[in-house]
Every structure is written in C-alpha cells, then in structure tokens.
C-alpha cells in the first residue's frame, strides 16, 4: 500500500516546501480567417477579412508593398531586398525570401507565380503550394537586359516576358517549355504592365494601345489617339474584356485620367468609358462575373458592364479625395475578393468592407496608421 503514503508525502512536500509551477503556455493566436494585408509607413497590418480585426501589426522599415503569393495562406511583401514570404493566416512574416534587385512585380496564373526583379531582369516561377515547405527552389530565367518588366507563364508552359532595357521598353517575347524563343512583337512603346482574360488571352499595355497575345499570334489594338497610354489593366477569367487605365498627355507631372479602357480580346476592339471622375493605378478591380470596378476620386466605386461599356451604377464609399502627386504616398486602394469589395481611407485611417451585390458598407474598421497598399488571400 506504497500509493496512499506516496500521496501523503506529496502533500507534505507541497505543504512545507516551495513549489515552482510551469507558466501555462501562451494560447497560440487563432488563424486569420481570409486575411487582409494594408502595408502602411514602417510595417504592415494584417486583418481579418471578415470581422476586419486587426490581428497583427508586423513592423517593417522602408516603402514595402504586398502581392498574394497564389495559393491560401501566403503573401509576398516587396522590400528592398527582394520578394519576403509573409504566412497571413498564422499571421508571420518569414525569413524566407526570394532575393531580388529592385523587385518588382508579381503575377499568378494557373497554378504558377512569377516574379519579376527589374534591377536584374531575372524572372523567377515557382508553385506556391510549395511556400509551406521552405523557399521553393523553382526556375530562373533571365531576360535579355534589366528592365521594369513583368512575365507570366501560361498552360501550356510558355513563358511571356517584356523586352526593354533601363532606358526604354518596346515589347515582349514569347518562349517555349524550353524557353526558346517562339514569337516577338516590338510594336509596344513603353511596355507596361499585363492582364490576363478568359481563354488565357494576354493583354500587355503601350503608350499607344495595347499588345494582345492569344492563341500564339500577336495583335496590336491601338488607341484612338496618337498618345493613349495603357499602362495598369484589370482581367478575369469571366471575361474577354480587360479593363485598363487611359492617359493622353505623355507631358503630364501627374495626370489625372477620366476614362479607362475596355479591350475586348475576342473581337480586338478597344473602347473609352467616361466616368465623370478621376482615379489612379490603385483604383482598378474586377469582380466576380467580370464587371469593372474603378474606385474614383468622387469617393464612389463605378461599376462598369464591360460587354455594354457603360457604367451601370455606383457605389458611395469615401467622400472626395485627391491623387497625391508622390506615387509610393497612401490614397484610397480598392481590392475585391468574391462579393466582398474592400476599400481603404487613408485620410481617416479606416478601412471598408462592402458588399457588392447591395452596395452597402457591411464593416469599418478604424486603424492606428494611414493604410497605404492593401491586398489579400485570393483563393
């Protein structure tokens, strides 16, 4: 009957003597349920995107800006040194990182990411379900002469970069599984950016139209004025119709463009829609069935039917605002994930959530800092 006595002696230790218990360990942070990422001067914030709760503040020093990595968890921040890996759901930011010399940006499709470093011109690709398990090694390629390009990869294993140097940009390439050269265009003056649409058409922008590549062959769609450039545009897979920006004077400090472009890549026409409005590089977004979002500088979102180029309603979020002249300094960014619409408000230091099927603006959520660029877990 060693058991009772071994219990009594237990009690007598605890009694008389002194005890020293194990801290309870720190509850774990619950997962961010479809976080949100708002950079701001001197780190970024990581939200909840449904209740819009701060779940993190992660100090970051330097212009930082955020890109969903391409699978459910993971964001890629651009710092000054490359391409960081911040897990959102967790939330942590990671050691890993992609180096990359002046890194620029960043693109997802069909299962690929694809990351564009313009001080060097190499382009890295990489399965983003694989960021789970350490830096994923993926391929290297490296473009002719550094530029601010941007490439992306398609089904079929092709590979489309930019062509350009740090003086000039002119048009892109197209390369094969062995990334031997299949097609050129260098009818792009001032290549700039890409969308992709429905049917894996590729649409790149010029400083007079844009490049479309689709089903192997290229077709220039030019704009209807000498000087119309095209350089930030908005696809989806829903729709044939990718929605770019539109500026007409090449002499201006800071333009602030009224119209935005619609390019129909079946038909190859393109065509302008008023909107009554300024708005930046920051106010383009698609949503779910492919209508064209565009957040003005009048504080409202216009919704735009892309198949009858005419804005069908708006949406009032903000009051007015005005495009600051430095382009790395906050204004309102807009980010949609499904039916959820997501604006920021750097002036009052808030941010939105709207639905877009009612127009109504379901959260706010009010932040310490100006929110800068904001982006998100897309799935």
């Given at each position: 009957?060693r058991?009772?006595?071994l219990?009594?002696?237990?009690?007598?230790?605890?009694?008389?003597?002194?005890?020293?218990?194990?801290?309870?360990?720190?509850?774990?942070?619950?997962?961010?349920?479809?976080?949100?990422?708002?950079?701001?001067?001197?780190?970024?914030?990581?939200?909840?995107?449904?209740?819009?709760?701060?779940?993190?503040?992660?100090?970051l020093?330097?212009?930082?800006?955020?890109?969903?990595?391409?699978?459910?968890r993971?964001?890629?921040?651009?710092?000054?040194?490359?391409?960081?890996?911040?897990?959102?759901?967790?939330?942590?930011?990671?050691?890993?990182?992609?180096?990359?010399?002046?890194?620029?940006?960043?693109?997802?499709?069909?299962?690929t990411?694809?990351?564009?470093?313009d001080?060097?011109?190499?382009?890295?690709?990489?399965?983003?379900?694989?960021?789970?398990?350490?830096?994923?090694?993926?391929?290297?390629?490296?473009?002719?002469?550094?530029?601010?390009?941007?490439?992306?990869?398609?089904?079929?294993?092709?590979?489309?970069?930019?062509?350009?140097?740090?003086?000039?940009?002119?048009?892109?390439?197209?390369?094969?599984?062995?990334?031997?050269?299949?097609?050129?265009?260098e009818?792009?003056?001032?290549?700039?950016?890409?969308a992709?649409a429905?049917?894996?058409?590729?649409?790149?922008?010029?400083?007079?139209?844009?490049l479309?590549?689709?089903?192997?062959?290229?077709?220039?769609?030019?704009?209807?004025?000498?000087y119309?450039?095209?350089?930030?545009?908005?696809?989806?897979d829903?729709?044939?119709?990718v929605?770019?920006?539109?500026?007409?004077?090449?002499?201006?400090?800071?333009?602030?463009?009224?119209?935005?472009?619609?390019?129909?890549?079946?038909?190859?026409?393109?065509?302008?829609v008023?909107?009554?409005?300024?708005?930046?590089?920051?106010?383009?977004?698609?949503?779910?069935?492919?209508?064209?979002?565009?957040?003005?500088?009048?504080?409202?979102?216009?919704?735009?039917?892309?198949?009858?180029?005419?804005?069908?309603r708006t949406?009032?979020?903000?009051?007015?605002?005005?495009?600051?002249l430095?382009?790395?300094?906050?204004?309102?960014?807009?980010?949609?994930?499904?039916?959820?619409?997501?604006?920021?408000?750097?002036?009052?230091?808030?941010l939105?959530?709207?639905?877009?099927a009612?127009?109504?603006?379901?959260?706010t959520?009010s932040?310490?800092?100006?929110?800068?660029?904001?982006?998100?877990?897309?799935?």
């Amino acid at each position: 009957m060693r058991f009772p006595t071994l219990i009594a002696a237990g009690l007598l230790l605890t009694a008389c003597g002194t005890t020293t218990r194990a801290a309870a360990p720190s509850p774990s942070p619950p997962p961010v349920a479809d976080p949100l990422v708002a950079t701001y001067a001197g780190g970024l914030y990581v939200l909840d995107g449904k209740t819009l709760r701060l779940a993190k503040d992660i100090p970051l020093a330097g212009y930082n800006r955020v890109n969903p990595a391409g699978d459910d968890r993971h964001m890629l921040v651009s710092t000054a040194t490359g391409f960081r890996v911040l897990d959102a759901v967790s939330p942590a930011l990671k050691n890993d990182e992609f180096k990359a010399t002046k890194p620029g940006h960043v693109v997802r499709h069909g299962g690929t990411t694809v990351l564009f470093a313009d001080g060097s011109g190499e382009v890295t690709l990489f399965d983003p379900a694989q960021l789970g398990n350490g830096l994923p090694k993926g391929e290297v390629y490296t473009a002719a002469a550094p530029h601010h390009g941007v490439a992306i990869k398609l089904g079929n294993g092709e590979l489309v970069v930019t062509l350009g140097t740090e003086e000039e940009r002119h048009g892109i390439v197209v390369l094969d599984k062995d990334r031997k050269e299949l097609a050129r265009s260098e009818q792009c003056p001032g290549v700039h950016g890409e969308a992709t649409a429905k049917d894996e058409a590729v649409v790149v922008g010029c400083e007079n139209g844009v490049l479309l590549y689709r089903n192997g062959k290229f077709t220039k769609i030019a704009s209807p004025d000498k000087y119309g450039r095209i350089g930030n545009q908005s696809g989806s897979d829903a729709s044939p119709i990718v929605l770019g920006d539109y500026k007409t004077d090449p002499d201006a400090e800071n333009e602030r463009p009224t119209r935005v472009s619609l390019i129909d890549t079946e038909t190859g026409k393109l065509r302008l829609v008023g909107l009554g409005a300024s708005y930046t590089f920051r106010s383009l977004a698609r949503g779910p069935q492919g209508e064209a979002l565009v957040l003005g500088t009048d504080g409202k979102i216009h919704v735009i039917d892309p198949v009858a180029a005419k804005v069908v309603r708006t949406i009032p979020v903000l009051g007015t605002w005005t495009e600051p002249l430095d382009w790395q300094q906050p204004r309102p960014n807009i980010f949609v994930r499904a039916q959820s619409v997501y604006v920021t408000d750097p002036a009052k230091k808030q941010l939105h959530a709207i639905d877009l099927a009612s127009g109504k603006i379901l959260k706010t959520a009010s932040l310490p800092n100006s929110p800068n660029e904001l982006s998100g877990i897309t799935h």
